[in-house]
């Protein structure tokens, strides 16, 4: 089994940046694509950003070029830069792992217990 656990959220003013970090134990040569999502209270939920174990990286349109999703595979341990936010971005973020070679899109196996990102106007 893998287990994931977010830290870093928090609430921070509209502008301002936010780095949040998922450390990964257990089985963790299972661990091949990792992804955030996150979800606001009456909307589904979304993939945010998705990386590869060497690296390659997908953005949501809503984030591009705000957010930098990047792993260090030595620490198993994966981050998301968040700058320039917006108040549209407070949700809970999961940080997500996929535990198979999966197809054209990103179906995560293990979830974290999420952590709250508020953004004020």
């Known amino acids: 089994q893998v287990q994931l656990v977010e830290s870093g959220g928090g609430l921070v003013q509209a502008g301002g940046s936010l780095t949040l970090s998922c450390v990964a134990s257990?089985?963790?040569?299972?661990?091949?694509?990792m992804g955030w999502y996150r979800q606001a209270p009456g909307k589904q939920r979304e993939l945010v950003a998705a990386?590869?174990?060497?690296?390659?990286?997908n953005y949501a349109d809503s984030v591009k070029g705000r957010f930098t999703i990047s792993r260090d595979n030595a620490k198993n341990t994966v981050y998301l830069q968040m700058n320039s936010l917006k108040p549209e971005d407070t949700a809970v973020y999961f940080c997500?792992?996929?535990?198979?070679?999966?197809?054209?899109?990103?179906?995560?196996?293990?979830w974290g217990q999420g952590t709250q990102v508020t953004v004020s106007s």
């Open positions: 257990g089985s963790i040569f299972r661990i091949n694509r």
């Open positions: 997500t792992a996929e535990g198979r070679l999966g197809g054209s899109y990103y179906v995560p196996d293990y």
């Open positions: 990386i590869t174990r060497g690296g390659s990286t």
